[in-house]
Each structure stands twice: as C-alpha cells, then as structure tokens.
C-alpha cells in the first residue's frame, strides 16, 4: 500500500523559507492520476490545502499562498517538495503530504502522512 512520510525542520524563523519533502513509497508519483497535495491545519483550526503536483509535473497553488508557494519533485527519489517563502508565525501549523483522487482537505480520502509539525518562531 501506498505510504507517505513528511521530512523537514520543524522550527523556522519568520522571513525565511519552510521546505518539507514528501517521500512515498508503494506507488510512483509518475503514474496514474492522482493528486499529490500539502495539507496544513494551523493550531484550532480546520485543514488548509496547500497545493498539488500532478503525475505530469503541472502545479496548482491555493490562490492565498501561491506567490510564496512552489512544489517540485524529484522523480528518481519518488519525492515531491514543498517550499514557502516569506513565512510569519501564521504559517505554523501541522504540515501533511497526501495522494487522493482530487484536490481535498478530508482525511477520509485518499492516503495521507502522518504529518509534520512546523514552528515560525524567532
């Protein structure tokens, strides 16, 4: 079965850039048609979508983060990266990566990581 695990610091300071990797393994990030996505959910409040990259690379943003926001991967580690520019402590928060059959922010789709929590502090 597909798994997904979240990598990265967990303490940024404000002004700099949040990067987490994704690395899945049960499934190519290649193939298929799933939507591979970074989900937030900020302390008390409801899951965020982040983004997506598709089997073909193309990117989708969500419309308040996409001028800090870029997702890429690397195919041959079966990887896909998130990076955030510019954060400020809103942008603490539970940081999950998860494949599903579209864009959504329900845990009950798809397959999601177990998630990564991420401090913007000085």
């Known amino acids: 079965q597909v798994q997904l695990r979240e990598s990265g610091p967990g303490l940024v300071k404000p002004s700099q850039t949040l990067s987490l990797t994704c690395t899945v393994s049960?499934?190519?990030?290649?193939?298929?048609?799933?939507?591979w996505s970074w989900i937030r959910q900020p302390p008390g409040k409801e899951l965020e979508w982040v983004g997506t990259i598709r089997s073909n690379g193309s990117t989708y943003y969500s419309p308040s983060l996409k001028s800090r926001t870029s997702i890429t991967r690397d195919t041959s580690k079966n990887q896909f990266s998130l990076q955030l520019s510019s954060v400020t402590p809103e942008d603490t928060a539970v940081y999950y990566c998860?494949?599903?059959?579209?864009?959504?922010?329900?845990?009950?789709?798809?397959?999601w990581g177990q998630g990564t929590q991420v401090i913007v502090s000085s």
């Open positions: 049960g499934a190519s990030i290649t193939k298929n048609w799933y939507f």
């Open positions: 998860a494949r599903g059959p579209k864009v959504n922010v329900n845990r009950q789709i798809g397959s």
